[in-house]
C-alpha cells in the first residue's frame, strides 16, 4: 500500500491484498474483537436478522413468542428448551414470505424435511397410523 504521502492511489486489488494480508497477520486479535462485539450486542444483532431475514422486529418475535405463551406452535416445548441459542425459531411460508409462527428446532426442520407439503405430511401422518409392518 503506498504511504500517506505517496501520490500514487491505491487501487481496489491493492486494498484488497493489502486487508487481506493483514487479517492474516492479525487473525487471532480481530477474531477476538469481533466475537466481543457479537457477545455485547446479541439482542441488536438478532434483531438485524429477524428483520433482514422476515421482515420482522425483536418487538414483534417478543410479541408473537408471548401470544404462543412461550412455547413451541406445533409441540409446545419451551423456548428455553430449545437447542442452541434457546430460542425459537420463525417458521414463515416460502412461497408469500409471511411469518406463521415460532418452532423449536425439531418442529422447524420437520416441516423443512417434508418440503412445507401439506399432502407429504398428510402421507407421513397416514403413515404413523398405520399397523406395525410385520417382517415374517
Partial sequence: MPTPTSSKTPTKRDRSAYNKQYRAANKERLDAKAKAYRDQNKDARHNY??????????????GLLHRQGGRCAMCGTSAAGC??????????????????????????????????????L????????AEPCSLN
Avoid: S
Fill in 122 to 129: 398428510d402421507r407421513a401422518k397416514a403413515y404413523l397410523k
Fill in 49 to 62: 436478522d429477524l428483520v433482514r431475514a422476515y421482515g420482522i422486529t425483536a418487538e414483534q418475535y417478543a
Fill in 83 to 120: 437447542r442452541g441459542k434457546g430460542r425459537l425459531h420463525v417458521d414463515h411460508c416460502h412461497d408469500k414470505g409471511h411469518v406463521r409462527g415460532l418452532l423449536c428446532h425439531a418442529c422447524n426442520t420437520g416441516i423443512g424435511l417434508l418440503k412445507h407439503d401439506i399432502a407429504l
